[in-house]
């Protein structure tokens, strides 16, 4: 293996472990709606939810640039330049994580002033990392960036991927930058933060898994540059104007004009299309073959990645993004249900069929199959499936009775919070939760297991 790819196998255990970690927050977050009073100021419920979430959006970033490491040789033909920088970048990287997250359990809060933003919580949703640690990241990304860009320089090579990843990391390191001005107006905050959350973890990274997914594709089906390249290209169009546009439909309640109304809610929807495209294409394609991979847990999490892409993002998205519907849905588990879904489809599959495109060559198997992964596969998405159905029931209970019966007030919100439809969904997504859990045991054991020696596909003779 090259040494980036040796790299690439720390990011994997390190993503591996802490989306162990989120799994955990995750059901203790379930918790808090079956049981309200549970840690009571010990370890509340806001500390529980942002260790759930921080955790999940750091692990896939680690599994994005494990991919990158893992593919930058191949595609290009050489080792990636400066490793000695991304190495030492990935244990600078560990230990902030683990800073960070001590200080989320042990001390938690500070005083309204800056000494808290810079080393105990930014407040910010979703970014609640200190100032010192979102520096951090930045750094990390422009060792990231300078790792790619160095390595495409030095092999005086560039091909239709790499040109879109170059172009990605651009926006990838800008957009985040919104994550460090203190904004008092809370309209403007609240629209630049928009801005960081929407374009950086949902486009910039669409694009980011846009490109791993082709070259997973190439790998895994042996599907032609020219199809991926081509659904590339689309992918990014779209996102620059669907994308863009569609960030107004986070717009509705911030006091902008009128008008983002109806064009947030329309291009929302069509971001996940060209990876579907992608995937389908390349299946279809891969007729002439009858299906035949080597590598089957990678090619069913790759069908499984387009598929929850396109609903979880899509179809759920758009279901609760249009303004008539978000006047009721906006703020409760309906979003919620969106989020786990889209959060799911768009990368968490994504991510795991490239760990297993690197079980392969690691394993030294000619082919890759079993039982278990099968079981992995089936748990993680049964429990995703349910828990998404679970909050979906929570959701329009609360839209139901909280907001078009109750007129949204406190006392219609704690009302609804008590419905019997609510509170079945948040039983179901508890009990969903630990089906996902056992999943994910299941993954983690087969991905440390040494696959069964089986001999390898023969090709298929061409039709006369």
Same mark, same amino acid.
């Given at each position: 293996?090259?040494?980036?790819?040796?790299? $690439?196998?720390?990011?994997?255990?390190?993503?591996?472990?802490?989306? =162990?970690?989120?799994? +955990?927050?995750?059901?203790? $977050?379930?918790?808090?709606?079956?049981?309200?009073?549970?840690?009571?100021?010990?370890?509340?419920?806001?500390?529980?939810?942002?260790?759930?979430?921080?955790?999940?959006? %750091?692990?896939?970033?680690?599994?994005?640039?494990?991919? +990158?490491?893992?593919?930058?040789?191949?595609?290009?033909?050489? *080792?990636?330049?400066?490793?000695?920088?991304?190495?030492?970048?990935?244990?600078?990287?560990? /230990?902030?994580?683990?800073?960070?997250?001590? &200080?989320f359990v042990f001390v938690q809060y500070g005083a309204a002033n800056e000494f808290s933003m810079w080393f105990i919580n930014?407040?910010?949703?979703?970014?609640?990392?200190?100032?010192?640690?979102?520096?951090?990241?930045?750094?990390?990304?422009?060792?990231?960036?300078?790792?790619?860009?160095?390595?495409?320089?030095?092999?005086?090579?560039?091909?239709?991927?790499?040109?879109?990843?170059?172009?990605?990391?651009?926006?990838?390191?800008?957009?985040?930058?919104?994550?460090?001005?203190?904004?008092?107006?809370?309209?403007?905050?609240?629209?630049?933060?928009?801005?960081?959350?929407? !374009?950086?973890?949902?486009?910039?990274?669409?694009?980011? %898994?846009?490109? +791993?997914?082709?070259?997973?594709?190439?790998?895994?089906?042996?599907? $032609?540059?020219?199809?991926? *390249?081509?659904?590339?290209?689309?992918?990014?169009?779209?996102?620059?104007? @669907?994308? %863009?546009? =569609?960030?107004?439909?986070?717009?509705?309640?911030?006091?902008?004009?009128?008008?983002?109304?109806?064009?947030?809610?329309?291009?929302?929807?069509?971001?996940?299309?060209?990876?579907?495209?992608?995937?389908?294409?390349? #299946?279809?394609?891969?007729?002439?073959?009858?299906?035949?991979?080597?590598?089957?847990?990678?090619?069913?999490? #790759?069908?499984? *990645?387009?598929?929850?892409?396109? %609903?979880? /993002?899509?179809?759920?998205?758009?279901?609760?993004?249009?303004?008539?519907?978000?006047?009721?849905?906006?703020?409760?588990?309906?979003?919620?249900?969106?989020?786990?879904?889209?959060?799911?489809? @768009?990368? &968490?599959?994504? &991510?795991? /069929?490239?760990?297993?495109?690197?079980?392969?060559?690691?394993?030294?198997?000619?082919?890759?199959?079993?039982? /278990?992964?099968?079981?992995?596969?089936?748990?993680?998405?049964? =429990?995703?499936?349910?828990?998404?159905?679970?909050?979906?029931?929570?959701?329009?209970a609360q839209a139901f009775y909280g907001r078009a019966m109750g007129g949204s007030t406190l006392m219609a919100f704690t009302?609804?919070?008590?419905?019997?439809?609510?509170? $079945?969904? !948040?039983? @179901?997504? !508890?009990?969903?939760?630990?089906?996902?859990? @056992?999943?994910?045991?299941?993954?983690?054991?087969?991905?440390?297991?040494?696959?069964?020696?089986?001999?390898?596909?023969?090709?298929?003779?061409?039709?006369?």
């Amino acid at each position: 293996m090259y040494r980036s790819q040796k790299l $690439s196998l720390r990011y994997y255990t390190a993503a591996v472990a802490l989306f =162990g970690v989120m799994i +955990v927050f995750g059901l203790l $977050s379930a918790l808090y709606y079956l049981y309200p009073s549970l840690l009571f100021n010990v370890f509340n419920f806001n500390m529980s939810k942002i260790l759930h979430i921080d955790t999940l959006v %750091i692990w896939l970033l680690m599994g994005f640039l494990g991919a +990158v490491y893992w593919y930058l040789p191949k595609e290009l033909g050489r *080792e990636v330049e400066g490793m000695w920088l991304a190495e030492l970048m990935f244990w600078v990287f560990c /230990a902030a994580v683990v800073v960070v997250a001590a &200080v989320f359990v042990f001390v938690q809060y500070g005083a309204a002033n800056e000494f808290s933003m810079w080393f105990i919580n930014q407040g910010r949703k979703y970014v609640e990392a200190p100032r010192w640690a979102a520096i951090g990241i930045v750094v990390v990304m422009l060792v990231f960036a300078y790792n790619v860009i160095a390595t495409c320089i030095k092999a005086r090579k560039m091909t239709g991927i790499m040109w879109v990843l170059v172009l990605d990391l651009i926006p990838l390191l800008a957009v985040y930058l919104d994550a460090f001005p203190a904004v008092t107006n809370m309209s403007v905050d609240l629209y630049w933060w928009w801005w960081l959350v929407h !374009m950086w973890v949902e486009s910039t990274w669409e694009v980011l %898994i846009g490109c +791993v997914m082709a070259l997973v594709l190439m790998d895994v089906m042996g599907t $032609s540059r020219r199809i991926v *390249e081509t659904w590339l290209y689309i992918e990014v169009m779209l996102v620059l104007g @669907a994308g %863009i546009l =569609g960030l107004g439909h986070h717009y509705f309640w911030i006091g902008t004009p009128q008008y983002w109304l109806s064009i947030g809610g329309f291009f929302s929807a069509l971001e996940p299309l060209p990876l579907l495209g992608m995937v389908v294409h390349a #299946i279809y394609d891969a007729g002439t073959h009858r299906m035949k991979t080597n590598n089957q847990p990678a090619f069913w999490w #790759i069908t499984a *990645e387009a598929f929850g892409n396109f %609903i979880g /993002a899509g179809i759920w998205g758009f279901m609760m993004t249009l303004p008539q519907i978000n006047l009721f849905s906006h703020g409760t588990q309906w979003t919620v249900s969106h989020g786990h879904f889209a959060f799911y489809g @768009a990368y &968490v599959c994504g &991510v795991i /069929a490239v760990l297993y495109v690197a079980k392969q060559q690691v394993s030294g198997a000619d082919v890759l199959g079993g039982r /278990a992964w099968k079981w992995g596969f089936g748990l993680l998405n049964f =429990g995703m499936v349910g828990m998404v159905m679970g909050l979906l029931l929570a959701g329009m209970a609360q839209a139901f009775y909280g907001r078009a019966m109750g007129g949204s007030t406190l006392m219609a919100f704690t009302t609804a919070s008590e419905n019997p439809w609510f509170v $079945s969904g !948040m039983y @179901a997504r !508890m009990l969903f939760g630990v089906v996902f859990a @056992a999943g994910y045991v299941v993954l983690v054991y087969d991905l440390l297991t040494s696959p069964r020696r089986v001999p390898a596909l023969q090709a298929q003779p061409e039709p006369a």
